[in-house]
T-cell receptor, first 113, second 116 residues
């Protein structure tokens, strides 16, 4: 079956420190992958999506970057975190054979202090 | 501009009462429509989706939603709410075609509280 793994589940980082959140998908190949952020009171916002290895599209300008080094791996990074980067980060992927139905991982809670 | 509006930030209903969560969208073409639920500290779980066909769609946990094109709405309903339904609910729209498939636009969510 298709599953989405995210880690770490929670992270507390000081301002100015680097960030790396990882998402891996099992049970499918060459999926579209997405990073969403959920900030308090702001709903979910699409940050990046990728249609293949090395292909990244950014939806909003920000302090973050994304990379896709392998077919089923999607990484969210920052060189220097800001307080405003705090939030709940969700990796998502269409379920194979379900058309456009997007399924989400369990998320990574980031608190920048 | 494409957008999703969930007018109710917080709703409280009594257990056993009926529920309707509102969702209105603005989209340039016929969209795909989704409802997700999020329990505290958890990821999002898909409740139901509308792609085409019957405008009344059934989902998991006894939820249903009705697509009304004339009103640009996709309201979520449940005839009898259970305490375990307390969570936050998100409506989302997505593209049917093209490279932006899967790029969902979310409403800001409606938090549901259930009174015993």
């Amino acid at each position: 079956s298709q599953t989405i793994h995210q880690w770490p589940a929670t992270l507390v980082q000081p301002v100015g420190s680097p960030l790396s959140l990882e998402c891996t998908v099992e049970g499918t190949s060459n999926p579209n992958l997405y990073w969403y952020r959920q900030a308090a009171g702001r709903g979910l916002q699409l940050l990046f999506y990728s249609v293949g290895i090395g292909q990244i599209s950014s939806e909003v300008p920000q302090n973050l970057s994304a990379s896709r080094p392998q077919d089923r791996q999607f990484i969210l990074s920052s060189k220097k975190l800001l307080l405003s980067d705090s939030g709940f980060y969700l990796c998502a992927c269409p379920l194979k054979g379900s058309g456009n139905t997007i399924y989400f991982g369990e998320g990574s809670w980031l608190t920048v202090v | 501009a494409q957008s999703v509006t969930q007018p109710d930030i917080h709703i409280t209903v009594s257990e056993g009462a009926s529920l309707e969560l509102r969702c209105n969208y603005s989209y340039g073409a016929t969209p795909y429509l989704f409802w997700y639920v999020q329990s505290p500290g958890q990821g999002l779980q898909l409740l139901l989706k509308y792609f085409s066909g019957d405008t009344l769609v059934q989902g998991i946990k006894g939820f249903e939603a009705e697509f009304k094109r004339s009103q640009s709405s996709f309201n979520l309903r449940k005839p009898s709410v259970h305490w375990s339904d307390a969570a936050e609910y998100f409506c989302a729209v997505g593209a049917r075609y093209g490279g932006s498939q899967g790029n969902l636009i979310f409403g800001k969510g409606t938090k549901l509280s259930v009174k015993p």
